[in-house]
């Protein structure tokens, strides 16, 4: 089945670091890939998307490119904000049945100090 | 526009209860998904409605059920509640079936006891 494999965290980082989050997949169809951010006590909010091979998905200083080749889809920010402390999930949705099912990687928490 | 609204936010029970959950999907969706978010377990996908019908199902045994009413606000059930049971358990929604933007509510934090 489809699965979704994100680097172990936690991440901690200071401020205007540069952010590497990776992010790899499995799936049978032609997936779309999907990052999203959960802050504190708060459900999910959709960071950004790509909906098929080569496009970059960007929103807020962050970046991913959907990679087929490597199977992989791994978020970038050039400079962290302290604001930007929250969990990060990649996830991926494959439209094959027309589901909207969401496979969910485990999840990384950044924490960004001053 | 209105996100994602779901009711309760938190709700305490003790095993063996039932509990019932409420989602209202952002106005003009039509299809609503469930989660259930555990720190063990990650984010696991319940089950999709759409049209009153479900469409899609995770995981999961046969007390966790769920339906949806002809203005798309979705009920989950859970019955013969268990320690394990307790978790976020979050909705989403999007406009139709197999439109991959999903939409997230802020979450029922269900605790079991």
């Known amino acids: 089945g489809d699965s979704v494999t994100q680097m172990e965290g936690p991440v901690t980082l200071s401020e205007e670091a540069f952010l590497t989050i990776n992010c790899t997949y499995t799936?049978?169809?032609?997936?779309?890939l999907f990052w999203y951010v959960q802050y504190p006590g708060e459900g999910l909010q959709l960071l950004l998307k790509?909906?098929?091979?080569?496009d970059k998905g960007s929103n807020k200083g962050f970046e991913a490119t959907y990679r087929k080749e490597t199977t992989s889809f791994h978020l970038e920010k050039g400079s962290v904000q302290v604001s930007d402390s929250a969990v990060y999930f990649c996830?991926?949705?494959?439209?094959?049945?027309?589901?909207?099912?969401?496979?969910f990687g485990k999840g990384i928490t950044l924490s960004v100090r001053p | 526009k209105a996100g994602v609204t779901q009711t309760p936010r938190y709700l305490i029970k003790t095993r063996g209860q039932q509990v019932t959950l409420s989602c209202s999907p952002i106005?003009?969706?039509?299809?609503v998904s469930w989660y259930q978010q555990t720190p063990g377990q990650g984010l696991q996908f319940l089950f999709e409605?759409?049209?009153?019908?479900?469409?899609n199902k995770g995981n999961f045994p046969g007390r966790f059920s769920g339906r949806q009413f002809s203005n798309s606000r979705s009920e989950m059930n859970v019955s013969t509640l268990e320690l394990g049971d307790s978790a976020l358990y979050l909705c989403?929604?999007?406009?139709?079936?197999?439109?991959?933007?999903?939409?997230f509510g802020p979450g029922t934090r269900l605790t079991v006891l």
């Open positions: 989403a929604s999007s406009l139709f079936q197999g439109i991959n933007e999903q939409f």
């Open positions: 799936a049978t169809g032609y997936p779309s």
């Open positions: 409605y759409f049209s009153e019908t479900q469409r």
């Open positions: 790509a909906t098929k091979a080569d």
């Open positions: 106005s003009g969706h039509r299809s």
């Open positions: 996830a991926l949705s494959d439209l094959t049945g027309a589901n909207s099912k969401l496979t």
